[in-house]
């Protein structure tokens, strides 16, 4: 298949797969949020937190090249700082499409600021966290799963960071490599 098929039915699965929404993003982020916050696991580190970014809707989809991509908001203190953008490219084994929600929660001014510098990549190293409303953690920054019971004390920041994701609906087989890829625009 041409690189140029590729793209295009790559395209054509994240706009399909990306559901349409009516109303504010503050109320799209409102939302997500509160979402999250029915996990004990996500409460904790919402409550402590200087800031962080929430991304309701982010698509994703993949033909053994897979990219996704999500616009998202940044908040500190409750009040938004700017505007963010996700994107991811993969290589490997890969097929199918899927939506899903991400928060990204900030331990501290310094990783505040490394996030919103403009541009910011994750390292290799970092994962997210997969939250189900009623259950806890499925897979942890430290690279192991368990319950929410015997996860709430292992889950803790990566280099000032952790992010949760939440899926939202698709299907997805995966085992590929690629970096998050953040493009920070604060609010005038």
């Known amino acids: 298949m041409s690189t140029r098929a590729i793209f295009l039915t790559l395209f054509a699965m994240l706009t399909c797969s ?14 997500a949020i509160a979402v999250f916050l029915e996990s004990d696991v ?6 402590s937190a200087y800031g ?3 991304f309701p809707t982010i698509g994703k ?13 940044v908040y ?15 290589i490997g084994f890969q097929l199918g499409g899927q939506v899903y ?27 997210a966290i997969a939250i189900t409303a009623s259950a806890g953690v499925q897979a942890g920054t430290d690279g192991t799963s368990a319950s929410a019971n015997s996860t709430q004390g292992k889950t803790k920041y ?26 920070y625009k604060a609010s005038k």
């Open 76 to 90: 500190r203190k409750g009040k938004k700082t700017g505007d963010v953008t996700m994107t991811q490219i993969s």
């Open 18 to 31: 990306a559901p349409v929404f009516a109303g504010s993003d503050a109320e799209k982020d409102k939302q």
């Open 42 to 47: 996500v409460a904790r580190f919402h409550k």
């Open 101 to 127: 929600r991400q928060v990204v929660y900030f331990q501290d001014k310094r990783a505040f600021n490394e996030f919103t510098s403009g541009q910011f990549e994750f390292s290799a190293q970092a994962e």
């Open 158 to 183: 990566h280099k000032g960071m952790i992010i949760f994701t939440m899926g939202k609906g698709g299907l997805m087989y995966q085992a590929a490599l690629g970096g998050q890829k953040y493009n």
């Open 52 to 54: 962080y970014a929430i």
């Open 61 to 73: 989809g993949g033909i053994g090249i897979g990219a996704a991509h999500g616009p998202g908001r």
